[in-house]
């Protein structure tokens, strides 16, 4: 119930495509839904983040789609650049505790 | 500091050897949490400090796995014994109460020959 089921494990996409990342949770406890980017050699940085009160975020390029009653929520990258290759994770947490993440999905924007 | 310092950034053990791994929060975050990434996986939760609660050791995935916290400032992971299957990327994470976002250290990549 603690998981985070995340899919693609793998995407290329185009430049100037639109990326779209997917996860799951079963635990209706989490309140909190974060996506973080990770290059290489370098720790997950804190992309955009929901919580369920909204259907959307946007940021930019990045908006979070987030569905209660189905109890997903997803990642779309507008307009992908070839910077934007990199990790993705989505998490989740409830009332403040520690993150429980994706298993990550590589985005590959091919030029 | 300006962002959660790791050191070493690299270390290399042989299989038997304890190891330590240091973890320097932002200051003022009260909040610490440890997380172990083996290649290509996802974040593993191994450990959360919050304050001068009791840890949250949920997630050590044996008894030669340790953490300790001094206060709301430097914490130390240290793995005993340190065996192949050990060898992954050690990440410390900081942030305040009540906040969500964490910041990621660059972490730890510890290899086990």
């Known amino acids: 119930q603690q998981q985070v089921k995340q899919s693609p494990q793998s995407l290329i996409v185009q430049k100037g495509g639109i990326s779209i990342i997917n996860c799951a949770y079963e635990n209706t406890a989490f309140d909190y839904f974060p996506w973080y980017q990770q290059f290489p050699g370098k720790g997950p940085a804190l992309l955009i983040a929901?919580?369920?009160?909204?259907s959307e975020k946007k940021e930019g390029r990045f908006t979070i789609s987030f569905n209660k009653s189905a109890k997903q929520f997803s990642l779309h990258i507008m307009d992908s650049q070839p910077g934007d290759s990199a990790t993705y994770f989505c998490?989740?947490?409830?009332?403040?505790?520690?993150?429980?993440f994706g298993t990550g999905t590589r985005l590959l924007v091919s030029p | 500091g300006a962002g959660v310092s790791q050191s070493p950034s690299n270390k290399v053990t042989e299989k038997g050897k304890d190891v330590e791994l240091r973890c320097d929060p932002i200051?003022?975050?009260?909040?610490l949490y440890w997380y172990r990434q083996r290649l290509g996986q996802g974040l593993e939760f191994l450990i959360y400090?919050?304050?001068?609660?009791?840890?949250?050791k949920s997630g050590l995935p044996s008894d030669r796995f340790s953490a300790e916290r001094t206060g709301e400032s430097v914490s130390t992971l240290t793995i005993q014994r340190t065996q192949q299957e050990d060898s992954a990327v050690y990440l410390c994470?900081?942030?305040?109460?009540?906040?969500?976002?964490?910041?990621f250290g660059s972490g730890t990549r510890l290899t086990v020959v």
């Open positions: 994470a900081s942030s305040l109460p009540e906040l969500d976002g964490y910041t």
């Open positions: 200051s003022g975050h009260t909040a």
């Open positions: 400090f919050q304050g001068n609660s009791a840890p949250d």
């Open positions: 929901i919580r369920p009160d909204v």
């Open positions: 998490a989740a947490s409830a009332s403040f505790q520690k993150l429980v």
